[in-house]
């Protein structure tokens, strides 16, 4: 059982490059979203999506879209990258709203240069 | 609004015990605790729901009080395996996702 994976899982950017994040899960969880992990910030909230074809922004959504075309997929875009969206990105998925625990995926370590 | 953690560091001798506060100055619904080891994704460790409810890890209890908006996480007789960075987060129940704290760093000793 794969649960949630993230493709790339290391990247290196030039400032304005864009780029794509895979989310994939494989437990039929309606709910995804993606956190930035920054040092001594903990996991901030970017986008989330409580099904297929619907998103909404979470705390800091700004520099980024997403997609969610397939259940299963979740999509994170940078359209052109600064270097303070260095970070690494999770994805997660969870059963529920707040009251299941959610299961993340490896994460994907971005360096903007 | 991020919860707030206490302490932000701790450094424990193998077989002690630890606490870890997680207050919120938002009506939460749920409090979570995961932890997530150097270079790894956060791993579930506790879910407290609002009334009562427990689900979780069998060597790690939490209590979780609704009127101050508080919960504390307690390893007891700490294993080496329990060193990582502890984080609490909560959520409001709505679709919102998580909102995490910032971390406790726990370190065991042997």
């Known amino acids: 059982n794969a649960g949630v994976t993230q493709t790339p899982k290391f990247r290196v950017l030039k400032t304005g490059q864009s780029m794509t994040l895979l989310c994939a899960q494989d437990m039929n969880h309606e709910y995804m979203y993606w956190y930035r992990q920054d040092p001594g910030m903990g996991l901030r909230l970017i986008h989330y999506?409580?099904?297929?074809?619907?998103?909404a922004k979470g705390e800091v959504p700004d520099g980024y879209n997403v997609s969610r075309l397939k259940k299963q997929n979740f999509l994170l875009g940078l359209e052109s990258a600064a270097p303070s969206q260095t970070s690494v990105y999770f994805c997660?998925?969870?059963?529920?709203?707040?009251?299941?625990?959610?299961?993340f995926g490896q994460g994907t370590r971005l360096t903007v240069v | 609004q991020q919860p707030v953690q206490s302490p932000q560091a701790v450094i424990l001798r193998e077989g002690e015990d630890a606490v870890i506060n997680c207050s919120s100055s938002k009506a939460l619904y749920s409090v979570h605790w995961y932890r997530q080891k150097h270079g790894e994704a956060p791993v579930f460790l506790m879910i407290?729901?609002?009334?009562?409810e427990q689900k979780g890890h069998e060597k790690i209890s939490a209590s979780f009080n609704e009127k101050k908006q508080q919960s504390s996480l307690y390893l007891t007789a700490s294993q080496l395996s329990y060193s990582g960075t502890y984080f609490c987060a909560h959520g409001g129940g709505g679709a919102d996702g998580l909102t995490f704290g910032k971390g406790t760093h726990l370190i065991i000793q042997p």
């Open positions: 997660a998925s969870s059963l529920l709203r707040a009251e299941s625990e959610a299961f």
């Open positions: 407290l729901l609002k009334g009562g």
């Open positions: 999506s409580v099904g297929e074809g619907t998103t």
